[in-house]
């Protein structure tokens, strides 16, 4: 067991939890990490860059020092592919072989619809809130759009609730600068419930906090197209010379160079254990995958972790030749936050809870981002 190699495909949020379970378990293996930089850039701590809460520097955490502490050997690439059952991973520096395989790579944002490199989609990465940021520094009034949508073939592929976080933030900043009455806000999205995967009350909630800060909606109108000034929609079009918005997810373009079973979404298909079904010791964890459950399973850093977990517990057991079936737990546990307050939304198989608006909840999700990143720095 000691020799066993092991190899984690992606520096996030599932691919460094994984390299922290397996150690937790075995100190032995050798695990090998393939990333193009030996960084995580702490996503959920984007909404704050537009208000400059948060700089880019605050979310680029280094990773040198943990990959040094956990005994891990970085490999700095690309995935370009696999081979023989996933026992060689191709990369733009090299193949390399492993006894185990764990995939982390995300996924990517669907970019079909015409026009959308007029839409600023801040998932992306930090840039993206960067540009926001820097947009919203130069305009001095007018339209702003913010909207999300999904993949049609696959519900749980889909971020609507950082959407819901730059909306309600960029409101209480404007408010703040006193600019607010120079500005129209709209929300827009193909649903008519949006946000329906955070709960019931989630939906009734976030509508009602749209109408009470004056955000107009378009809801439930397929969406046609982006250009520069606008957004439209079968339903009519909203002006918009900032368009910001959350496309749905897809698969990572190297899976078309494998075998890979793919789900109708384009995520790799995957078990109730992060197995990929018919390979070997090949396993899945996060936004790559598209794994049993509620069509309201979240693609949140929180599941990632929680399937990391199991993905670790059963390559263990399967190398050791144990009989391991690790299952994770569905939970959708997060703050949508406004700058200066936090609403509260947990949600499991059986039951669903939102606590309302609260500066408490703002100052705790600060203290978990704090908490997280200290295991990484």
Same mark, same amino acid.
């Given at each position: ?6 190899? &984690? ?6 691919? !460094?939890?994984a390299?922290?379970?397996?150690r937790k378990r075995? %100190? ?5 990490l393939?990333?193009?930089r030996a960084?995580?850039h702490?996503?959920?701590g984007?909404?704050w860059i537009?208000s ?6 605050d979310l680029?955490i280094?990773?040198?020092n943990?990959?040094?502490?956990t005994g891990?050997r ?12 996933g026992?060689?991973v191709?990369?733009?520096a090299?193949e390399?072989?492993?006894?185990a ?7 990517r944002?669907?970019?079909? !619809? ?5 839409a600023?989609?801040?998932c992306?990465?930090?840039a ?10 130069e305009?001095?009034?007018? #339209? ?9 073939n696959?519900?749980s ?10 909306l309600?933030?960029i409101?209480?900043?404007l ?16 649903a008519?419930?949006?946000?329906? =995967? ?8 976030l ?8 955000? !107009?909606? +378009?809801?439930?109108?397929k !969406? ?5 000034? %606008?957004v439209?929609t ?17 698969g990572?373009?190297?899976f078309?160079?494998?075998?890979l ?5 384009g995520?790799?298909q995957?078990?109730?254990?992060? %197995?990929?079904?018919g390979?070997? =010791?090949?396993y ?5 995958? *598209?794994f049993?459950?509620p069509?309201?399973?979240p693609?949140q850093? +929180? ?6 977990a199991?993905?670790?517990? #059963?390559?263990l ?6 009989? *391991?079936?690790?299952?994770f737990k569905?939970?959708?546990?997060? &703050?949508?936050? *406004? ?7 947990? =949600? ?5 809870v939102?606590l309302?608006?609260s500066?408490?909840?703002h100052w ?9 990143? =200290?295991k990484?720095?």
């Open positions: 067991m000691t020799h066993s190699r092991i190899t &984690i495909l992606g520096a996030g949020f599932a691919g !460094l939890s390299v922290r379970e397996l075995d %100190r032995g293996c050798e695990i090998t393939v990333a193009p960084e995580l702490y996503l959920p984007i909404i537009p400059g809460l948060r700089t880019r520097e680029v280094p990773l040198d943990f990959f040094r502490r891990v970085f490999h700095p690439a690309e995935v370009v592919g696999l081979e023989q059952g026992r060689l191709k990369t733009s090299g390399l072989s492993n006894d395989l764990v995939i982390a790579t995300g996924g944002f669907l970019k079909k !619809l015409p026009g959308i490199e007029h600023i989609t801040p992306e990465g930090i993206a809130a960067e540009r926001i940021r820097d947009r919203l520094r305009m001095t009034g007018g #339209n702003i759009a913010f909207g999300f949508a999904g993949n049609p696959e519900p592929a889909m971020r609507g609730g950082p959407m819901f976080e730059f309600f933030g409101d209480e900043q408010r703040r600068e006193g600019r607010r009455d120079a500005f129209r806000l709209t929300f827009f999205s193909p008519e419930q949006p946000g329906n =995967r955070l709960g019931p009350k989630a939906v009734i909630h509508l009602g906090e749209m109408k009470r800060r004056d955000i !107009l909606t +378009h809801l439930g109108h !969406l046609k197209s982006f250009d520069a000034s %606008r439209l079968e339903g009519g079009e909203i002006p918009a010379e900032m368009i910001v918005f959350m496309p749905g997810m897809t990572n373009a190297w078309d160079a494998t075998t079973p793919r789900s109708p979404g995520l790799l995957a078990d109730a254990n992060c %197995r990929v079904p390979f070997e =010791r090949v899945v964890c996060g936004d790559s995958g *598209s049993p459950g069509d309201w399973m693609k850093a +929180h599941m990632a972790d929680l399937q990391a199991a993905a670790a517990a #059963n390559l057991g399967d190398l050791r030749g144990v009989a *391991s079936n690790e299952t569905v939970e959708l546990m997060c &703050i949508v936050d *406004s700058i200066d307050k936090g609403t509260l939304v947990w =949600r499991t198989p059986e039951r669903n939102l309302p608006s500066r408490l909840f705790a999700k600060r203290g978990f981002e704090k908490q997280y990143l =200290r990484y720095r």
